[in-house]
């Protein structure tokens, strides 16, 4: 009884309810169930654990040097650190939850997020900081996986079409964040100093851990659909954990010297892709991954998306701390427009389930972004630079929204833990490759010139993702064509 009073309250209609006129006492049919608006807090707030911290410490770099007294290329291992956890992390703790269900996981990383805060906070030395941005990085990985693993077991109890509304919540959420990153950071610094970039995780982690408990299902039999108990392929996880790492490692300072760890890369990416062929539960599914093309190519495309967008979001502060001497609550200001687009163009296309026209309008305007980069120099209105600056928002809103409702139509349910981890781990090896463009574009100082070079790097980055949609959309126009023939070639 207890369990049909809670299907009748959230609009399921159980074995012995009446489901029309004609049903007993003639009362009318149910309500369709709906999507559990007691999710969508905690899922965004989780979920936005990882570009919060990716994003805030955007204009702490400088101040945090100054105080170990430590050069940029040691500071950019607390960009680094957190990349390469997040990178080899995401589809492992999207595996688990897979595995052992979303809520022990967010409840779990949430609360190593807390320790990590803390951690940084209090951290003595540079290697510290180093050390909590890891476990930040680790604590992060779960957010994302549960929210989507969340949605698609809505979708499954509601039986209703794609969530558009929610994913764009999740979506805007995400992708927003990492544009006001920089801003708050700035905020934050000018405040209470560089620490509180890690203190604020706190709060964060607390208000998770509440929300969590309070309404995330339990993960042995929510709503009747229960987590499926797998095997857990260590080796192939290991094996997955040093390709990956190699290869992030290779990217963060890719030299003639380092070509070894491209050796290792190959070399262990055989043996992952060999053992997962072998093994009855794969941690990831190869030959699955191997036939969902349209996956494979929405990897591609957020990973074209967040070489641009982090050129943007770290070699934009850097350049204008330095070339154009603001301070860092001046350049968060000026990085603020890209919030505003972001969140407007989210809102305004946000329902729409569309996925190539999103892309085509997101890809288009960040070549012109990119091209307009090329017109500042250390002289330029400050008003000129909001209006540049704004441009990027519009991209990362669209590309954002079309990459998640890829993901979301694309991935089994299944394996929609692990393929969300993979999906945030293209975006993060487009962030080290961001990072590693950065770095050889400022490798004296963040002069013009090498914000220069940087937005031509962006921009190619850009056209690539340009081109991969205008082929898609010349491919289903040929196809469109061909069907409209008759056998005998006529139309």
């Keep these: 009884m207890r369990t049909t009073n809670q299907q009748a309250s959230r609009g399921v209609t159980g074995p012995d309810q009446p489901t029309g006129p004609d049903g007993p006492g003639d009362q009318p049919a149910p309500e369709p169930a709906r999507f559990d608006g007691r999710l969508i807090a905690p899922m965004v707030l989780g979920s936005v654990l990882n570009p919060l911290n990716t994003s805030l410490l955007a204009v702490a770099l400088v101040p ?49 997020v807390g320790a990590a805060g803390l951690l940084g906070t209090f951290a003595p030395t540079l290697g510290w900081l180093v050390v ?138 055989t043996g992952f892709v060999r053992r997962e062929l072998r093994t009855v539960d794969p941690f990831l599914d190869v030959r699955v991954l ?84 090329l017109l500042l120099d250390g002289g330029t209105a400050v008003l000129w630079l909001c209006v540049v600056i704004a441009l990027h928002g519009i991209p990362q809103a669209l590309n954002g929204l079309a990459n998640q409702n890829a993901l979301y139509e694309q991935a089994t349910p299944e394996q929609i833990g692990a393929a969300s981890g993979l999906f945030r781990t293209f975006m993060y090896v487009g962030a080290l490759c961001a990072t590693a463009a950065t770095a050889a574009a400022y490798r004296q100082e963040p002069d013009t010139a090498g914000m220069h070079a940087l937005a031509l790097f962006a921009g190619a980055c850009a056209a690539v993702l340009l081109l991969t949609v205008l082929g898609e959309l010349l491919l289903r126009r040929r196809r469109r064509h061909g069907h409209r023939r008759r056998p005998d070639g006529t139309r």
């Design 64 to 112: 945090i040097g100054l105080a170990f007294g430590a050069p940029p290329s040691d500071t950019a291992w607390l960009v680094s650190a957190l990349y390469l956890a997040c990178a080899v992390g995401q589809p492992v703790v999207g595996r688990m939850v897979d595995t052992y269900g979303p809520r022990r996981l967010y409840l779990i990383g949430t609360a190593l």
């Design 132 to 269: 909590a941005r890891v476990l930040i990085g680790l604590g992060t990985c779960a957010g994302y996986p549960a929210s989507m693993a969340l949605i698609k077991r809505e979708g499954h109890r509601t039986g209703g079409p794609s969530p558009a509304g929610v994913l764009a919540t999740l979506s805007f959420a995400n992708q927003v964040i990492a544009v006001v990153g920089p801003s708050l950071g700035g905020l934050l610094v000018d405040l209470g100093g560089w620490r509180t970039v890690f203190s604020v995780n706190v709060p964060f982690a607390v208000a998770c851990l509440v929300l969590g408990a309070l309404f995330l299902p339990r993960d042995d039999a929510a709503d009747g659909v229960r987590v499926p108990r797998r095997t857990w392929d260590a080796a192939g996880i290991a094996l997955f954990a040093v390709s990956l790492t190699a290869l992030m490692l290779f990217l963060m300072d890719p030299a003639a010297r380092a070509l070894w760890l491209v050796a290792i890369t190959l070399v262990a990416g």
């Design 290 to 373: 191997g036939q969902n093309r349209p996956l494979l190519l929405t990897y591609a495309r957020q990973m074209m998306t967040g070489i641009v967008m982090y050129c943007v979001v770290y070699g934009m502060p850097q350049w204008l701390e330095h070339a154009r001497g603001l301070s860092p609550s001046h350049t968060g200001l000026v990085v603020l427009p890209m919030f505003g687009t972001a969140m407007l163009f989210t809102v305004l296309t946000g329902r729409s389930p569309a996925i190539l026209g999103k892309l085509l309008a997101g890809s288009a305007v960040q070549v012109v972004a990119c091209a307009a980069l």
